[in-house]
């Protein structure tokens, strides 16, 4: 079955560090690849996604992830968080010919951002 | 509004009770899905529906139902609801192979 592993369950970082959130996938076929960040008491917005194209995407507040097909991983990572990251982030990935239903989700990252 | 809402966005119920969830979506997407997000789960698939009148079972089905009269309308109901059903419930629609797009959620508490 296809999955999604989400390596670290909680990532606790101090203000202005970098922070990696690892995320890997099952399968070696063609993907397409999503970030996304649930604030306390809210629902998953979009953070970034792969669709094609270039293998870094970014999104507009400074986080990126980099597409590695031979690794089968989508990492995100943030030069210098700021507390306002402090948030859970999920990796999700969906298959090229597959139904769209099939949008799986890793079990999120817990990023506690400390001053 | 544009957008996907669910209501209510607080519930308690009773144990045995049946309860609706409701979810709606302004996009005209044609997949709808109903999650419920669990400590230590992350977030686990009942039920999906690729267009009106089409569902599908997800990972974890027991214990709910779904319809599908209208595009954009995505009832989940327990039928009988138990305290294992306590969770945050969340509706999401997606349009083609892009990203999902989710509801705020709702908390439901089984007593």
Known sequence: AQSVTQLDSQVPVFEEAPVELRCNYSS??????????QYPNQGLQLLLKYLSGSTLVES????????????TSFHLRKPSVHISDTAEYFCAVSYYG?????????????????? | DAGITQSPRYKITETGRQVTLMCHQTWSHSYMFWYRQDLGHGLRLIYYSAAADITDK???????VVSRSKTENFPLTLESATRSQTSVYFCASRGGNTEAFFGQGTRLTVV
């Open chain 2, 58 to 64: 997800g990972e974890v089905p027991d214990g709910y």
């Open chain 1, 60 to 71: 507009i507040n400074g986080f990126e992830a980099e597409f590695n097909k031979s690794q």
């Open chain 1, 28 to 37: 070696s076929v063609s993907v397409y690849l999503f970030w996304y960040v």
């Open chain 1, 98 to 115: 597959g139904s769209q239903g099939n949008l799986i989700f890793g079990k999120g990252t817990k990023l506690s951002v400390k001053p």
